[in-house]
């Protein structure tokens, strides 16, 4: 049941230009997310999930349709409104990393709680490295640290300010199973302690497995919604054929 | 975001900054150092002037004027129970000895001159006490020209005067005035034995006051004040105290630093042309850095604010680095070049223009950085999702406040170094204009370059054709840098050797040689013996009566000058100077009447007014002028407006009466002949014989002055735009460097195609050649082509332009550009073709 959803969107579509006619990306999208709840974006490559993503997170701005978090549109928001949002609400992980090369693991952890003002925040930002396991390895560049390293070192900057909403894009596409695994494994602890709604969004069932719901997109649409963690397999559909495996 | 959160994001964004930590700091470092050298110089030369003030003036106040000083001026100074006086005299004069004559400058003193500061004499001793009626002190270098050593005699005003010491610095005697020749002193005793002192010489006279009660500012205005207001004469005179040390000299000085200090502003707007290049790559570089900072809600203005201060960091050591060079200059040109600096002056360090260089130079490179960092705003927070992402629109207001940031930057710089609103405006405008010719020029040719079929070249051309219309690697910003160098080296080398040489040349064939001054009516027929004598021609001689105004329509002169009391200069100075005044019935050839008619009314004595004398004055056909000529009142109608051909250089007056009107008024002759430069030796010691009074000036020496003065300034100028030179070829370099790590794979890869090392040099040598070529062809095209307008249609002296200097100027800059490229290249150049292997 849904009071009111942390994140929503209604009739959520993107069309881009393409030649010399519009690409619609996505149609049509309905979607509410409930607070502090885990819901993974599934689908194959061009089905449009990162358009979603970009959108519900106030990256890029819809054809038509709005989104609201917390109630409130952010679709109409001006750039320095959406900035300001972003910087209160929003957290990022992404498939490439995103960090800064010039920057330290600890001046990137820093940088969104310098932001949002956050008292004492190279203390928390210790902490976070230490959460995740480099708290040894703070004053190391990216381009000193392995691919998962530089993944947790995200992960521990998207959870820093303590963000309402946190997306990910593919966390775990450029690393192999098994660091996959354990930043998989550190993004559901983060996820649990700090009670923020999380947004994934993946082709992989297996990274899908933790999420409470999985959105299945195919060619800009909603193919089917499942429900329940499908590790345990009492996984339930709407809209679909059933149960992913 | 807080400030200090700015200052550690930017310090974060110079780390591993590399190459382009160099080329930005080279860029502005150049202009600093050319600013503050600037500054730097002429503030040594104000502190000095300042700190030697009394030791300057030789007293605490001088009142100085053209004619004998009243008794009434010392009831003002009355106050000052201890006060002393001095007298001094000046007048050009011609001294003799050894039949050899030239022009001195004549200074006759009381014994207790001066009050302060020492007249350094050899054999060493006190001027006062030295001198007595029948001995003079002498510069060194009138000693050596006549073969003179102490105990030798020197003719003055014909009476012999014993040569007792020679003048090894007289303090306040400033090379940069202007000076007819060297220093002799006599006693005042002395100028009277020599007769010099009579009607209608050019004699200056100075009374000097030592106050041991030390008035303060207030009360010395206060003085000036009461003299100006309760005074006949006040007008004549000219008050000084030693706390305004030097008002022309210091005058002056403000008008070479204000023309010096634009030309090194040249090249720090230059420096800031490379920091626009560089931020732009920069950012361009920086893009995904920005998207992930807006991702994180940074907004752009936040992230504008960690750039610029970025930006501001490095300026900050660049401007700090030039500022530091720029202030051994002083030092430097005191070492070096010894006559430049007023002799006994120690040159002190100007933290002022330390502080104003950097200022500049930070503030230069904020402003620049401007329009390169608007490129922010364009960043799509969603390019961290895609790389293919559309840039957003950059808001119109960012993109208009970035241009004026530019435009207002750069006037509020040029209004710092000239302090002039016109001159700064004048100065923008010329190079908002230049600088939009240059971008369309090197446009025009990368476009021209991208179109010229090149499939048949030489593989070197083709390679620099191709690279000339290759986009965004920042050849329009490197040719406009480059260029701008070019044009200012090229205008100025243009205008100053144009100038010098029509200066050289400026004596039109009849124009005389040679001015006679303080003849006297009964020597009028001597002096015309004596030019017949040395073969002159165009001889013309015409009385001159001295006189001074005092009513215009009937307001007193006083009241008029009091009017435009505000006013410096010329404008009081045509009221109050002593008016000179000819006569004649027929007007001199090179004159033309424009307004009324000569000698019109005959029921009145009429005055013709040269056109922009009577402008100055504020008078016009009608007006009546009442002159005081040695007491007597003289009214005089301006029936007439005339122009002249001052060019002739001929004897002209601003003032011609009719005839009739100064019949019998005291008056002395003024003489004009031409002469060559034998006879006009053979004169000036047949007048230092014969009539030893009249002060020959000759045309030539005064002009080889100017024209000393001039190379000065050029030679100043030439310097500063080497600079300009310098940071356009450096922007040159950081434009090859930033793209070296490109240029790496490309060397490895021609050297694997089997192109030897010494190719590869070759092949880049002829790309930078080509950007220095187009750069130089606009840059020297557009300085002859300004120089042609400044020539012809400014200052009116023909062009005729050296053409074939503007193919030397552009292979030059070809040469340098070639070099400097491939200097810049050196680490590239080196890549081994294993290299083009790996990815």
């Known amino acids: ?245 | 975001m807080k400030t200090s959160e700015v200052v550690r994001a930017a310090w974060r964004e110079s780390r591993g900054a590399g190459p382009r930590l160099v080329f930005f700091i080279a860029c502005l470092a150049l202009g600093v150092a050319a600013i503050t050298a600037v500054s730097g110089l002429v503030d040594a030369i104000e502190q000095a002037l300042a700190a030697q003030s009394r030791e300057l003036l030789g007293a605490d106040v001088s009142v100085q004027a053209r004619r004998p000083i009243g008794e009434r001026v010392d009831a003002y100074f009355a106050f000052d129970d201890a006060r002393e006086r001095a007298q001094a005299r000046e007048t050009p004069t011609l001294a003799a000895a050894n039949s050899k004559s030239r022009l001195v400058e004549l200074k006759a003193v009381s014994a207790n001159f001066p009050f302060y500061g020492a007249i350094k004499l050899d054999p060493p001793a006190q001027l006062g006490e030295l001198l007595d009626a029948t001995t003079c002190a002498i510069a060194p270098e009138l000693a050596r020209e006549f073969g003179l050593a102490l105990g030798d005699e020197l003719a003055l005003g014909g009476q012999p005067f014993r040569v007792a010491a020679f003048v090894l610095d007289e303090p306040g005697r400033l090379d940069i005035a202007f000076t007819l020749g060297p220093r002799v002193f006599v006693s005042l005793a002395g100028l009277e034995r020599s007769g010099l002192e009579q009607y209608g010489s050019r004699m200056r006279y100075r009374e000097l006051y030592r106050l041991p009660s030390a008035p303060s500012e207030a009360q010395l205005a206060d003085i000036k004040r009461r003299i100006n207001d309760e005074l006949e004469e006040a007008p004549y005179l000219r008050i000084e105290s030693h706390r305004e040390a030097q008002p022309t000299v210091r005058r002056s000085l403000q008008r070479v630093e204000s023309y010096l200090g634009l030309v090194a502003l040249l090249s720090l707007v230059l420096g800031g042309v490379g920091v626009a290049q560089i931020v732009r790559a920069w950012v361009a570089s920086r893009t995904q850095s920005v998207a992930v900072l807006r991702v994180l809600g940074y907004r752009p203005r936040e992230v504008l604010a960690m750039y610029l201060g970025h930006v501001a960091l490095l300026a900050l050591v660049g401007s700090a680095l030039g500022a530091l060079v720029g202030s051994f200059a002083p030092h430097l040109i005191a070492q070096l070049a010894t006559d430049l600096l007023p002799s006994g002056f120690e040159v002190a360090w100007s933290p002022l223009a330390l502080v104003r260089g950097v200022a500049l130079g930070v503030f230069i490179a904020l402003v620049f950085s401007a329009p390169p960092l608007t490129a922010i705003w364009r960043v799509a927070p969603a390019r961290v999702l895609r790389s293919d992402i559309e840039p957003l629109p950059a808001p119109r207001v960012v993109a208009w406040l970035a241009g004026a940031a530019v435009a207002g930057g750069l006037f509020a710089a040029s209004l710092a170094q000239s302090r002039d609103f016109a001159v700064a405006a004048g100065f923008t405008a010329a190079l908002a204009l230049l600088a939009g010719l240059l971008v369309l020029g090197a446009r025009g040719l990368t476009r021209a370059a991208a179109h010229v079929p090149r499939e048949r070249l030489d593989p070197y051309l083709r390679n620099g054709i191709a690279a000339l219309a290759r986009p965004g690697i920042g050849v329009v910003g490197a040719t406009v840098a480059l260029g701008f160098g070019v044009l200012v080296i090229t205008l100025m080398g243009l205008v100053e050797s144009r100038l010098s040489e029509r200066l050289r040349n400026a004596l039109p064939a009849d124009a005389p040689s040679v001015f006679l001054l303080d003849v006297q009516p009964d020597q009028r027929e001597l002096v015309r013996t004596l030019l017949e004598e040395c073969n002159a021609t165009s001889v013309r001689d015409v009385p001159v009566a001295t006189a001074r105004l005092s009513t215009i329509d009937g307001v007193p002169v006083r009241e008029l000058a009091q009017r435009r009391a505000g006013a410096e200069g010329r404008e009081q100075w045509v009221l109050t100077r002593e008016q000179r005044l000819t006569w004649a019935r027929e007007l001199p050839a090179d004159n033309r009447v424009v307004e009324g008619a000569l000698w019109s009314d005959p029921a009145r004595m009429e005055v013709s007014v040269e056109r922009d004398f009577a402008a100055d004055l504020g008078v016009r056909v009608g007006s009546e002028l009442v002159f005081d000529v040695q007491g007597a009142s003289v009214a005089l109608l301006v029936s007439s407006i005339r122009t002249v051909e001052w060019e002739s250089f001929g004897i002209n007056f601003f003032l011609l009466a009719e005839p009739e009107a100064l019949e019998g008024a005291p008056h002395n002759v003024l003489a004009a002949a031409r002469l060559d430069v034998e006879q006009e030796r053979k004169l000036q010691s047949a007048l230092a014989e014969r009539a030893a009074n009249v002060t020959p000036i000759g045309v030539r020496a005064i002009l080889e002055k100017v024209l000393g003065v001039l190379e000065k300034l050029a030679l100043a100028g030439r310097v500063l735009g080497l600079f300009t030179m310098l940071t356009g070829l450096t922007i040159l370099a950081g434009v090859a460097s930033t793209a070296a790590v490109h240029r790496g794979r490309e060397v490895a890869l021609l050297k694997t195609l089997g192109l030897t090392r010494a190719g590869v040099a070759g092949l880049f040598g002829v790309e930078f050649a080509l950007i220095g070529l187009v750069s130089g062809a606009i840059g020297a095209s557009a300085a002859f082509a300004l120089a042609w307008v400044f020539l012809e249609r400014v200052v009116e002296l023909g062009a005729d332009l050296p053409w074939p200097m503007l193919g030397v100027a552009t292979l030059l800059t070809a040469l340098a550009s070639a070099v400097c490229g491939l200097a810049a290249n050196y680490r590239a150049l080196a890549s081994r073709p294993i290299e083009s292997l790996r990815g």
């Open chain 1, 1 to 245: 049941m849904i009071a009111v959803p942390r994140l929503e969107c209604r009739r959520l579509a993107k069309r881009l230009p393409s030649g010399g006619h519009e690409l619609t990306v996505l149609a049509g999208i309905d979607l509410a997310i409930a607070p502090g709840e885990f819901c993974a974006i599934l689908g194959p490559s061009g089905s449009g999930k990162s358009t979603l993503l970009g959108l519900l997170a106030g990256l890029d701005r819809p054809s038509d349709g709005e989104v609201r978090l917390d109630g409130e549109r952010i679709d109409d928001k001006s750039e320095d409104q959406l900035s300001l949002l972003r910087r209160a609400k929003v957290g990022f992980v992404f498939q490439s990393f995103q960090l800064l090369g010039n920057l330290t693991a600890l001046e990137n952890v820093l940088l969104p709680l310098e932001l949002a003002g956050v008292a004492k925040p190279r203390a928390r930002a210790q902490e976070l490295l230490a959460q995740v396991g480099l708290g040894e390895r703070t004053h190391h560049y990216p381009s000193q640290l392995s691919g998962g390293e530089q993944q947790r070192v995200a992960l521990a900057r998207a959870f820093g300010p303590r963000p309402s909403v946190l997306f990910a894009d593919e966390p775990t596409g450029n690393l192999d199973a098994a660091t996959g695994a354990r930043v998989l494994e550190l993004l559901g602890e983060l996820h649990q302690r700090e009670h923020t709604t999380l947004v994934l969004v993946t082709h992989d069932a297996h990274v899908a497995r933790h999420a409470e719901r999985r959105i299945h997109l195919r060619a800009g649409a909603i193919e089917r919604i499942e429900f329940g963690a499908s590790a345990g397999g009492q996984g339930a559909s709407a809209g679909g054929e059933g149960a992913s495996a």
